[in-house]
């Protein structure tokens, strides 16, 4: 059993920044895969950042420049630091960690329960 919680979402002005925060507890042999989602209001969760075990990076284009995801593995933690914010990124920014309880399969995928981001014009 894994718990994801998110922190350091909030209210900020365009152009600001933000850096939030998704720590891991539980039966952890390692974190594969760790990403960060967002969904705004009538719309489908959608992939912001995604950073694999060994570092690898990939971005959505509408964070591309502006957004810098990372991990501390000791701390079974991931970062997301967001600047130059814009309105568009208004939205509940999710975790996710794809997990491996025990050495070997199977992996599972595990999600926190989001954290608001809310940017003003």
């Known amino acids: 059993q894994v718990q994801l919680v998110e922190s350091g979402g909030g209210l900020v002005q365009a152009g600001g920044s933000l850096r939030l925060s998704c720590a891991a507890s539980g039966s952890i042999f390692s974190i594969n895969t760790m990403a960060w989602y967002r969904q705004a209001p009538g719309k489908q969760r959608e992939l912001v950042a995604r950073?694999?075990?060994?570092?690898?990076?990939n971005y959505a284009d509408y964070v591309k420049g502006r957004f810098t995801i990372s991990r501390d593995d000791s701390k079974t933690t991931m970062y997301l630091q967001m600047n130059s914010l814009k309105p568009e990124d208004t939205a509940v920014y999710y975790c996710?960690?794809?997990?491996?309880?025990?050495?070997?399969?199977?992996?599972?995928?595990?999600w926190g329960q989001g954290t608001q981001v809310t940017v003003s014009s």
């Open positions: 950073i694999t075990k060994g570092g690898s990076t």
């Open positions: 996710n960690y794809h997990v491996q309880p025990n050495p070997g399969p199977p992996e599972f995928s595990y």
